[in-house]
């Protein structure tokens, strides 16, 4: 099992880095909330990480810290959920607004996300509602409890903003003309892509 590297950032394209440890590269797939708290390329970075094993494929998935990769964990144990939601679920709101959702039952900011129906949603609810409180019972610190702030997949590398939030938003499950529309609309000048994803999962919420 890779719990944790620790190494130097080395490419950033959303929602995949590659952290170079002990002379080997490491790809890894991160939630956007995580993505948002790296460092700039070159710099040296700890990420904590769950390694996935599949017949086709063997895939790490990062975190930036205990709590969100704790958090990830209890999400693909749900029935009908795996690490591809997960990550989508974690991208579309931090840790602590998921858990407000689950302590709230509220339905409805859940269906927003993309590929989470009602009826996975009320699952999702109710197969967490206990797990959670046991969760947030073993982290002293209560990260998760706070009230919230206000992939196989293909990764095009460009220099346009646009088509990299676009290209990262697709690949956590978004539909290509819906986020091509709204990218546009919030897109600014000197916006990065990260500025740009942020802005338009915040206006899925």
Excluded: W
């Amino acid at each position: 099992m890779i719990g944790r590297i620790r190494g130097i950032l080395v490419e950033k394209q959303p929602p995949q880095i590659l952290i170079e440890a002990a002379g080997v590269g490491y790809e890894i797939q991160l939630p956007m909330t995580s993505f948002y708290q790296l460092p700039d390329a070159g710099e040296e970075v700890i990420v904590y990480t769950h390694f996935v094993v599949r017949e086709d494929a063997q895939l790490l998935f990062g975190f930036a810290n205990q709590s969100e990769r704790a958090l990830f964990r209890e999400l693909i144990k749900a029935n009908g959920v795996g690490p591809k939601m997960a990550l989508t679920i974690l991208s579309g709101m931090s840790a602590a607004q998921f858990v407000h959702c689950v302590q709230q039952q509220d339905v409805n900011a859940l269906v927003k996300l993309p590929g989470v129906g009602k009826k996975t949603a009320e699952r999702l609810l109710v197969e967490l509602k206990d797990r959670l409180s046991s969760l947030l019972g073993e982290n002293t610190d209560n990260h998760l409890a706070a009230q919230p702030q206000t992939i196989e997949n293909t990764f095009v590398v460009s220099d346009d903003p646009k088509e990299e939030a676009i290209s990262a938003l697709v690949a956590l499950g978004y539909k290509p003309a819906q986020i091509s529309k709204t990218v546009n609309n919030l897109h600014r000048q000197g916006m990065t892509s990260e500025d740009l994803i942020r802005e338009v999962l915040r206006s899925m919420l």
